[in-house]
């Protein structure tokens, strides 16, 4: 099991060849998607930052019925709810996220990417970010979808809405964790799955709160093109799968791009919560998509 998070291939412009505004190579996201697929992934989410993302999302997901969506609005543009109407409190946005959700029934798993992100404030203030992040959750509340959901530097507010939004709660995961102990108990204890990648791996620190997670609150991922295993990572001497890759100047069909995340990278998450764990890679992976496809509903 393995998502796509962050904008979705089919507009990130990453996946088009595009770095900093230049054309490096040719678009290659068919070539991601056969990767991924031919590694064992078998299902993946593309992450909706805000409606147009969503709607270019949902575009992709409906010709491969491996792929999925979810809808929402990242905290990080959430001034997008008033801007779409000057003067509005946002319902118009509101309620075309609705729309996108009801309309795609089984193709929409999740609302969100939202919640809050307090290290990236120049983007979108925090009072604008908490009254979305609200307003989001009544989403979850009208369509009983669970949620995937971001926080950064924030995670005493986040956690008072969740608990002050109870009723709107069917399930959710906090998605690039690299949070303390504390705080991954605290999501666990409320119900919450924690989804590590590359960024929950970062640090001894960080290692050290994934070896204390339950595995059955759990979920990996990738967020590609972002949150890679970097070599400078503490948990790189974990890692023992390595893909061909090349400098994106000189890619070449077939081969990933030196700094681009993908799906495919998602055992090298597996690898290293494995080794942290003590568990077989297999057994591990078995109970990962377990968690998952109860989060998301799906058949075992």
Avoid at 78 to 97: A, N, T
Avoid at 119 to 146: G, I, N, S
Wanted: with cysteine; proline share 4%; hydrophobic share 35%.
């Amino acid at each position: 099991m393995e998502r796509i998070t962050g904008h979705p291939p089919s507009s990130d412009l990453m996946f088009h060849g595009i770095y900093n505004g230049r054309q490096s190579h040719t678009s290659d996201i068919d070539g991601v998607l056969q990767r991924a697929y031919n590694s064992g992934i078998e299902k993946i989410i593309i992450t909706g930052g805000n409606l147009t993302d969503s709607r270019e999302a949902l575009q992709q997901v409906a010709a491969d019925e491996r792929l999925y969506a979810t809808v929402g609005c990242h905290p990080t543009r959430c001034l997008e709810f008033e801007q779409q109407q000057p003067g509005s409190s946002g319902e118009g946005y509101f309620q075309d996220l609705l729309s996108l959700i009801t309309s795609n029934p089984g193709k929409v798993v999740a609302v969100g990417e939202c919640g809050l992100d307090y290290d990236r404030l120049q983007f979108c203030p925090k009072e604008v970010q908490v009254k979305y992040f609200e307003r989001q959750l009544l989403l979850a509340e009208k369509t009983r979808l669970p949620l995937f959901l971001h926080c950064r530097n924030s995670f005493g507010d986040f956690m008072g809405i969740m608990k002050r939004n109870r009723a709107a709660f069917n399930g959710g995961v906090m998605h690039s964790f690299d949070g303390t102990l504390e705080e991954a108990r605290e999501a666990v204890n409320f119900g919450l799955y924690i989804g590590l990648n590359g960024c929950s791996l970062k640090s001894a620190q960080n290692l050290d709160v994934v070896k204390s997670i339950p595995i059955g609150s759990m979920l990996l991922e990738t967020d590609a093109p972002w949150c890679e295993i970097r070599p400078s990572h503490a948990s790189a001497s974990l890692v023992s799968t390595h893909f061909p890759c090349r400098n994106r100047d000189k890619w070449e069909p077939g081969m990933s791009v030196k700094g681009r995340n993908e799906p495919r990278n998602i055992l090298q998450v597996l690898e290293v919560v494995a080794s942290l764990k003590g568990m077989d890679q297999g057994d591990l992976a078995e109970q990962v998509y377990k968690n998952t496809c109860t989060l998301f509903r799906w058949t075992l």
